[in-house]
């Protein structure tokens, strides 16, 4: 058998894939790829992810990669059952996904929009600031809503679960995301006390660790 491969970028939204990967205990080959360097518009990586982005999980035994975070969380729950990174009955798998889609969706049109603002609308700087300002107060609005989720749960975690499941490695990395744009995150206590939790995960924790000294 031919190990699966992450294929990732450190500081990206691959980092919450390769913080599943760790939470799912499975033996993957992680490869850091450098988008600087443009590594992922190689005619190698294309040929692995069309779509030219990180992450991607590779299965060379399957011949085929898959992509897109709630899909790789959905491979990686099935792949290792017993890591509890989604819960198995129907409806706590289906409250799983909905969380994780949940949360890409909002990734994409609050956090990037703020992110890509400069580059949407290069030739217009004013408008530039206000669609960034308007995408990133957002994106503070779906921190709220995470926190207000969390403060009904007895667990603390977004399924309830004594453990970090993989919507919480989802929920935790928009938070960090929300400090790139400076938002003010200091009331939201639950989401913080989620991030520590699943900060803490000791193998989460090592692979944030290797993260830090790629740079
Ligand atoms: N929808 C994708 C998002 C992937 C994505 O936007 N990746 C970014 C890094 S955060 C990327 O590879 N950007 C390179 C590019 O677009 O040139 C997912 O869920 O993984």
């Not at 938070?175 to 939201?188: M, N, Y």
């Amino acid at each position: 058998m031919t190990k699966p491969i992450l294929w990732t970028s450190t500081r990206t939204s691959g980092t919450i894939v390769h913080q599943m990967v760790a939470a799912s205990g499975l033996d993957l080959d992680i490869r850091f790829i450098s988008l600087r360097k443009g590594d992922h518009k190689t005619p190698e990586y294309l040929a692995i992810n069309p779509k030219g982005e990180v992450a991607a999980i590779q299965i060379p035994d399957a011949g085929v990669a898959i992509t897109e975070i709630p899909a790789m969380a959905l491979w990686l729950a099935d792949a290792a059952p017993e890591s509890g990174l989604l819960p198995r009955d129907p409806i706590g798998r289906a409250k799983g996904m909905e969380w994780l889609t949940w949360c890409h969706f909002r990734m994409a049109n609050t956090f990037y929009v703020a992110f890509q603002a400069d580059g949407l609308l290069a030739d217009d700087v004013a408008a530039a600031a206000k669609l960034r300002a308007a995408a990133a107060a957002r994106g503070g609005e779906a921190l709220a809503f995470v926190d207000a989720a969390l403060a009904r749960q007895p667990n603390g975690t977004l399924l309830d679960t004594p453990h970090v499941t993989a919507p919480d490695i989802f929920a935790a990395a928009l938070l960090f995301l929300a400090g790139f744009l400076k938002l003010p995150t200091d009331h939201f206590a639950h989401l913080k006390a989620l991030s520590a939790k699943v900060a803490a995960v000791p193998a989460i924790a090592a692979a944030l660790a290797r993260e830090e000294e790629i740079g």
